[in-house]
């Protein structure tokens, strides 16, 4: 997984095969080679239905034969084709990018005056330069331009720009792309939900806030909920007769900003990301070309990616867009932790190793301490046979009131509380939240009507 990027720069040149026999293939994206194509996107190429062939080494050793190649970035797919390699020859393969973006990117891009090139892609900044981005990267670029001081992106698309305080809260937007209210079409529905918040184990803290439409109206809602640090629940209100959603968990750190993006898609299919954006200008702690501004904006890109590709429940260690923020200076936490989520349900040392770095390039704990870093910590400690350490561990995680943003770190956190034998008030609400809770891929998940029995401790 390390040396992921640095594999894909040693395609082999153009009519070369590592031997007689064997071919290989050089890939390409709208003329940008894929080693330098932003953000790194997921490629799967396969033959028959043997494992999915890593950009780099694997290419340059192919049998001949028809394989498939399938190219995503975030919620984009660019390609979706037969490649055939031939014996002792190199395939050239230059993949177009679709000419035209989304109508919904489209309107979105026309009212931020975002520049969008011939292929479809948009460069919202100088320093990130062309991207193959989605609504979500803009809005999370847009919001992180916001909160370090540059607020005409944000402006321009609608969203909240003036925040009481020092900025802490929840942005929350919708992007709707499912074609029920496509741009141009009118039909977004002139009553608008109402978002509620609230934090957790905590009565009489709920704040309510009526969404409201963005610059691009058909396409865009939006609402901010300045809130205190700590753990929330979220939920929507819908407007007849305030019928309520799933009630989602978040995190609001010092100095951060909760970035929920709620992305309505074709075909009925709601995908939520969440990012924690940092409000105060973050200093990097190495040296870099990027300002710190830039590094934020640039690991936001690679984290949608990242996010989107273990909702479709990839292997993080063929995640390309991880390899890409892990490299910078600065990580998105909540990416980081659904992650390592996903690497502690293995017992492989590649899994291994990919946590260690995690650990040691300061991901886990970008937010200092925190639920989710406690939970991870601890299990660590338990594998490697200190199980005074993993109970320091648990222990903090469960004194702390709250319920990881990860849905895999809840039941991870109820299962190492049961095995130490934790016990208490919190203890006891954490494994009911985890009882009311449905499984998703990414983030803590509550139903609607989870209705408490008496075994069930009211606190929320």
Not at 307 to 336: H, K, N, V, Y
Not at 371 to 398: C, K, L, T
């Amino acid at each position: 997984m390390e040396a992921l990027l640095a594999t894909q720069i040693e395609e082999p040149a153009a009519g070369s095969a590592g031997s007689v026999g064997i071919g290989g293939l050089a890939l390409s994206i709208g003329g940008t080679p894929i080693a330098e194509f932003s953000p790194a996107p997921q490629v799967i190429l396969r033959k028959g239905d043997g494992p999915p062939l890593v950009p780099g080494a694997d290419w340059q050793r192919l049998d001949p034969g028809v394989y498939r190649l399938r190219i995503e970035t975030g919620a984009n797919v660019i390609a979706e084709q037969m490649v055939h390699i031939e014996a002792g020859e190199v395939t050239d393969l230059d993949v177009p990018l679709a000419a035209q973006p989304t109508p919904g990117m489209a309107a979105t891009v026309s009212m931020a005056h975002i520049r969008i090139n011939g292929d479809g892609r948009v460069a919202p900044s100088e320093s990130l330069g062309w991207l193959a981005g989605s609504l979500a990267t803009l809005v999370a670029i847009a919001a992180s331009k916001a909160t370090q001081g540059n607020s005409y992106m944000a402006e321009a698309l609608g969203l909240d720009t003036e925040w009481p305080g020092t900025g802490e809260g929840v942005q929350f937007v919708i992007a709707d792309e499912s074609g029920s209210a496509e741009a141009g079409s009118g039909q977004m529905p002139d009553l608008l939900p109402t978002a509620r918040l609230w934090r957790m184990f905590k009565a009489n803290s709920e704040i309510h806030a009526e969404m409201r439409k963005g610059m691009s109206p058909e396409v865009l809602t939006t609402c901010r909920l300045p809130a205190p640090t700590g753990g929330h629940w979220f939920q929507l209100l819908t407007p007849d007769a305030g019928a309520a959603g799933f009630k989602v968990a978040t995190f609001v750190a010092p100095l951060h900003r909760s970035l929920v993006f709620c992305h309505l898609v074709a075909a009925g299919r709601v995908e939520l990301l969440q990012f924690e954006l940092p409000v105060a200008r973050w200093e990097a702690e190495s040296a870099s070309d990027f300002y710190p501004s830039q590094i934020v904006n640039r690991a936001l890109v690679e984290a949608e990616v990242v996010q989107r590709a273990l909702l479709r429940g990839e292997d993080p260690l063929a995640i390309a867009a991880l390899d890409a923020m892990l490299a910078l200076d600065w990580s998105e936490p909540f990416t980081s932790w659904a992650v390592a989520a996903r690497l502690l349900e293995r017992d492989d040392s590649d899994a291994a190793a990919l946590l260690d770095r995690m650990v040691t390039s300061g991901a886990i704990d970008r937010l200092g301490a925190s639920v989710e870093a406690a939970v991870i910590h601890g299990v660590r400690a338990e594998r490697r046979g200190n199980s005074g350490i993993a109970r320091a561990y648990f222990e903090a995680a469960a004194s702390d009131a709250r319920v990881p943003v990860v849905g895999r770190l809840l039941y991870t956190l109820v299962t190492a509380m049961a095995r130490h034998e934790i016990k208490g008030a919190v203890p006891i609400w954490l494994r009911a939240k985890a009882l009311q809770s449905v499984d998703h891929p990414l983030w803590t998940f509550r139903r609607a009507d989870d209705k408490r029995g008496d075994q069930i401790p009211a606190a929320e």
